[in-house]
C-alpha cells in the first residue's frame, strides 16, 4: 500500500466515519475525493482496499458463526503414518467445510 492510497482511507475515514454526513453512494465520494485534490487511481484502489476488508470480514463472520464442537484428533498410530504437514492439511479442509 502507497503513501497516497493510505491518505484517501484517511481522508474517508476522518471525514465520513466519524460523522452523520455520509454521502449516498460511492459515485458522489469519488466527486467529492477528487476535488479535494486524490487522483481517481488512487481512489479506485481505497475502494477495492475497502471492498476486500469488507468481504473478508464477512468470510471471517461467517466462519466463526459456524458452531462446530467437535475436532479430529489422530490416533498413535496414524500420526506415525500421516505427516504433520498432511495432518495440517487435513485440519485446514475439515474447518474450511470441505470435510
Known amino acids: 500500500m502507497n503513501e497516497n492510497l493510505i491518505d484517501v482511507l484517511i481522508f474517508i475515514y476522518e471525514n465520513y466515519m466519524d460523522t452523520e ?15 479535494a485534490g486524490f487522483e481517481i487511481e488512487e481512489i479506485r484502489k481505497a475502494f477495492d482496499w475497502l471492498d476486500e476488508l469488507a468481504w473478508r470480514q464477512g468470510a471471517i463472520t461467517e466462519a466463526a458463526s459456524s458452531t462446530r464442537q467437535s475436532s479430529r ?5 496414524e500420526q506415525q503414518r500421516i505427516d504433520l504437514e498432511t495432518r495440517g492439511m487435513l485440519l485446514y479442509l475439515e474447518q474450511s467445510g470441505l470435510l
Do not use: H, M
Request: proline residues 5%; aromatic residues 4%.
Open 21 to 35: 454526513s455520509q454521502p449516498q453512494d460511492q459515485i458522489l465520494l469519488e466527486e467529492e475525493l477528487s476535488k
Open 73 to 77: 484428533i489422530f490416533t498413535a498410530s
